[in-house]
């Protein structure tokens, strides 16, 4: 049972790139899946969710117009699409879930796979 995200990577500001949350082991689309960030010596932020039960999703102030995103349950995918990069979006990110099918209190989920490095910087 995993979770593994990619897409990660060196940007401009004001560049886009698309994170992908695999999930193998287990039946990604009954599901919610967050995304959640760390820079260094900060804590970790909940980024955006997407519950499996409805398909809403919840984004943070910080990122709310800038970033999107959605599931391929066919490819037990999760994608953040990333448009409009600060170089405060610079940390880690990582999908996770709690094994629930929403959202609700999504900021505890603690099932969480390896980080994938996003830096924006001029």
């Known amino acids: 049972v995993q979770l593994q995200a990619s897409g990660g990577g060196s940007v401009q500001p004001g560049g886009s790139l698309r994170l992908s949350c695999a999930a193998s082991?287990?039946?990604?689309?009954?599901?919610?899946i967050g995304w959640f960030r760390q820079a260094p010596g900060k804590e970790r932020e909940g980024v955006s969710c997407i519950s499996s039960s409805d398909g809403r999703t919840y984004y943070a102030d910080s990122v709310k117009g800038r970033f999107t995103i959605s599931r391929d349950n066919a490819k037990f995918t999760v994608y953040l699409q990333m448009n409009g990069l600060k170089p405060e979006d610079t940390a880690v990110y990582y999908c996770a879930t709690r094994w629930r099918s929403s959202c609700i209190g999504w900021n505890d989920m603690n099932f969480r796979g390896k980080g994938t490095l996003v830096t924006v910087s001029s």
């Open positions: 082991g287990f039946a990604l689309d009954n599901y919610a």
